[in-house]
């Protein structure tokens, strides 16, 4: 039988639980309100959104570019066609795949580059990010400029941040299952998801670019990161397998700029999330051990680097956003 005083503590509780959301979110806005570069950003605990607001930029339910995060994506469609048994594993060579994207001025090796190479950015070609990237998007074949750089690391070694090797990885995915990559985001993730994935860039042969430039509203963006909360689930349908996210989540990598560690395609962090980042400030995150799924949007004009901007949002993320929990 519940005595009195236990009955009094839980009443309290319960009285008192709207009162600490109330704060909680004032202290969120507070913290975005100090972000004037943040657009968007959105919060799930369990089954509900307990925050979704956007002070700035086209709200919640408009399109936003969300950049690299398209990096993550690629690479829960690398699980879905393994899933699919379309490719036989992580393990796969690249030359047994897709051997039509080895053309002659291919750098020698770079058959035996793993998928997983590619997936962890540690495919050891020159990297197409950064000061490269005008150049490799002004060439004539992406695929074929990416995979004709020269090798300055063993393939599996070391985390070399490249669009270049997400692209070639889109391209290997739309070779062994016959549909573009568009086709792919849209039937295995925007289907069960619920959520509109408009065309994004191609490059001149055609393939859409891996690894930059797809567009989702911020309520997608939130969608995406609850499935990978989740193990792959979401409102009871399983889109990719539990097995494929609990091995993306563990770390392959590690960024030599932020110092994160890296897997299947999603930054990790020392305080439990893991994250897809995009230029400008763009995240899709997940905290499973805290039951949270986060998205952010930004100005995506504006660069978002890791002692600025950007390590801005990780202690809005460490610190407001986990105290939801």
């Known amino acids: 039988m519940t005595d009195r005083r236990t009955f009094l503590t839980t009443a309290g509780a319960f009285l008192a639980a709207p009162h600490v959301a109330r704060a909680q979110n ?12 943040l657009h968007s950003l959105s919060i799930r ?3 509900e959104v307990v925050f979704a607001e956007a002070p700035r930029g086209p709200g919640l339910d408009r399109l936003a570019n969300i950049k690299s995060c398209s990096k993550s994506i690629v690479a829960l469609l690398l699980g879905a066609a393994i899933d699919r048994e379309e490719i036989a594993s992580v393990d796969a060579r690249l030359g047994d795949v897709a051997p039509s994207l080895l053309g002659p001025s291919a750098t020698e090796g770079a058959g035996d580059i793993t998928l997983e190479d590619l997936v962890t950015l540690r495919a050891g070609l020159e990297r197409t990010s950064g000061p490269n990237y005008g150049a490799w998007v002004s060439s004539a074949n992406w695929v074929a400029d990416a995979l004709g750089r020269p090798m300055v690391a063993e393939p599996g070694e070391r985390m070399l941040y490249s669009t270049g090797s997400t692209h070639v990885l889109g391209a290997a995915l739309a070779e062994a299952t016959g549909q573009s990559l568009l086709a792919q985001a849209r039937q295995r ?5 619920g959520m509109e994935i408009p065309a994004w860039t191609r490059d001149p042969q055609g393939y859409y670019l891996g690894g930059n430039e797809m567009a989702m509203t911020p309520r997608a963006m939130l969608d995406v990161a609850t499935m990978l909360r989740d193990g792959g689930r979401f409102r009871g349908e399983q889109v990719i397998s539990e097995d494929w996210i609990d091995a993306s989540l563990g770390p392959r990598g590690r960024s030599p700029w932020s110092g994160m560690s890296y897997g299947y395609g999603w930054f990790l962090t020392r305080s439990g999330y893991a994250l897809g980042r995009g230029y400008g400030g763009q995240v899709i995150a997940a905290h499973r051990e805290r039951g949270l799924a986060v998205a952010i949007t930004s100005d995506p004009t504006q660069p978002a680097r890791s002692e600025g901007y950007f390590g801005a949002l990780m202690r809005l993320l460490d610190g407001p956003v986990l105290a939801v929990a």
């Open 26 to 37: 004032d202290d969120l806005r507070t913290a975005i309100a100090e972000l004037p570069q």
């Open 45 to 47: 605990q369990g089954d």
């Open 189 to 193: 993730l925007g289907d069960p998801l």
